[in-house]
């Protein structure tokens, strides 16, 4: 409800960063899915995926399957920001396109893999 509070131009970032502090609450997907959860039906649904998928990359690193077990149990209105947002994030820890493409393959869907190596949390 505090993000709700803030005025609007800056109420993304809010939901963005409340998403991102979930990565600190647990490392169970099904709690962590939980996080953004009641905002599923609203707009800030997305910020709040992209907070916390790009978080549990940086903080889990390259070598966890975290971030993607958390993109493919969210609901799928967040999916594609999801998967985006692991693809900017893994920029900051691997420069080499082919690094990057490494890491999206873990990815089963052909059309979230993409998205991924696109890089972009379409927000």
Request: net charge positive; glycine share 8%.
């Amino acid at each position: 409800e505090l993000c709700r509070t803030v005025p609007g131009k800056f109420q993304d970032k809010c939901f963005m960063t409340f998403g991102r502090d979930g990565s600190l609450i647990s490392s169970d997907v099904s709690v962590l899915k939980e996080r953004c959860a009641p905002l599923k039906d609203s707009d800030f649904y997305s910020p709040c995926v992209v907070g916390l998928g790009g978080q549990l990359v940086i903080r889990y690193n390259i070598d966890s399957v975290l971030p993607f077990e958390f993109c493919d149990a969210i609901a799928d209105k967040g999916k594609k920001s999801c998967y985006g947002t692991l693809g900017a994030s893994v920029r900051r820890l691997l420069s080499k396109k082919e690094e990057i493409i490494k890491f999206c393959e873990q990815i089963r869907d052909l059309l979230y893999r993409e998205v991924c190596v696109r890089g972009s949390s379409n927000i």
